[in-house]
């Protein structure tokens, strides 16, 4: 009598065995295709940060502290993106069934649905990876003044003038709009383009089940903080409302000129004794990152072939970001050029990063939790 067990007891036990071998790779290839070189970089500009702080003796901190900490905004912000994404699909499915009374029930099922493991998984280090890069570069660029004090706003100043033929960008601008309804016009924008990393960060983590372009756009703009970063220690600027205010003095108050008035303050309390106060410098004016971002969320929405109506809108808010930031004086016209080259670049990087190349076609399907790569 043979005690050897049938061949297919032997396969079931190994498949067993080995299932929780394939789950792991499955988690690292889920890593390391989504978000491998955004952790890397994560990694890389915290341990920049830090050793800018040893050797200067500054402080590492919270760059929101002031507001409420960044550990704590973060996830009530991933939060609300939850319910949205759920909320109104079990709402509609309640109905569906006839009461609102089934809402307990629908919402527990529709979160079974679009919440399995695997882009909880997702979704978690894509926040991890962003949030370690959204410190890590809030407190290097509060650190410029102190590694490289020389300021280029007059080099600039002089190119931007040799570009319009001895005209000032923003005093183009304020002949040709008008110093009234303009500037409250481009505070608002101003203040709009403040919700896009936020909005971003929750469409590609949250709403979306396009994961291929979720990776992408979050380490798109990992990239883009990377880069602006960089181009913030090669030439420190602090931007035309500081360099040239009387340029502005005939803008009305908005609320972004407050703001404008609070960041001088926070760079003079930094630079003044940096451990005497929770703000961070936050004054930094070559390459545009508001130019950048939204360039790269254009390019990123144009490739992946997303609505026409809302790619022609975040095409729209892209110009109105260009001018609302020179006729406030954030930003020279080169800054806006440099914006566009860091933001175009920021997309390109991240897209080999996340395997979203080949060609640079653009997106002919939508992917689900998989992990091939998309083909452009």
């Known amino acids: 009598m043979s005690l050897r067990r049938p061949p297919s007891t032997h396969a079931s036990a190994r498949r067993r065995r080995n299932l929780p071998s394939a789950s792991a790779k499955y ?5 390391r295709q989504r978000f491998g070189f955004a952790t890397v970089l994560a990694l890389g500009l915290t341990a920049a940060a830090i050793v800018v702080a040893v050797v200067k003796h500054l402080p590492y901190r919270d760059p929101d502290g002031v507001v409420g900490p960044t550990f704590v905004l973060l996830p009530i912000i991933v939060t609300l993106a939850f319910l949205t994404d759920v909320v109104p699909r079990a709402v509609v499915r309640a109905r569906r069934r006839g009461s609102l009374l089934h809402f307990r029930s ?5 979160t079974v ?3 399995p493991m695997e882009h909880v998984r997702f979704a978690l280090l894509g926040l991890g990876s962003w949030y370690l890069t959204y410190v890590s570069f809030r407190n290097l660029k509060s650190y410029v003044p102190f590694v490289n004090p020389h300021l280029w706003d007059s080099d600039l100043d002089r ?4 570009i319009l033929f001895g005209h000032d960008p923003a005093v183009v601008l304020h002949e040709l709009l008008g110093t009234g309804w303009a500037a409250h016009l481009c505070s608002g924008v101003y203040i709009a ?3 896009l990393v936020p909005v971003t960060l929750a469409a590609s983590l949250v709403w979306t089940r396009n994961v291929s372009g979720g990776s992408w756009l979050v380490t798109a703009v990992a990239v883009d903080w990377v880069l602006g970063v960089a181009t913030y220690y090669l030439l420190p600027t602090l931007g035309p409302i500081y360099a040239r205010p009387g340029l502005f003095s005939s803008l009305p108050q908005t609320y972004v000129s407050r703001i404008q008035e609070s960041m001088l303050d926070q760079r003079e309390a930094v630079l ?8 961070v410098q936050t004054i930094a004016a070559f390459a545009s990152l508001h130019v950048g971002i939204t360039v790269t969320v254009c390019v990123i929405a144009q490739l992946l072939r997303l609505n026409i109506w809302f790619r022609v809108a975040l095409w729209v808010f892209l110009a109105l970001t260009v001018i609302s930031t020179i006729y406030l004086g954030w930003h020279y016209l080169v800054d806006a050029f440099g914006g566009v080259v860091l933001g175009v670049a920021g997309a390109w990087i991240a897209a080999i990063a996340t395997g979203n190349h080949v060609s640079w076609r653009p997106v002919h399907r939508q992917e689900s939790m998989v992990l091939e790569p998309v083909s452009l």
């Open 159 to 162: 190119l931007d003038r040799a």
């Open 113 to 115: 649905e679009r919440w």
């Open 27 to 31: 988690a690292a290839n889920v890593w």
């Open 272 to 279: 003044a004794n940096p451990f005497g106060t929770e703000a």
């Open 193 to 195: 383009w403040i919700g």
């Open 106 to 110: 629908t919402f527990r099922a529709v």
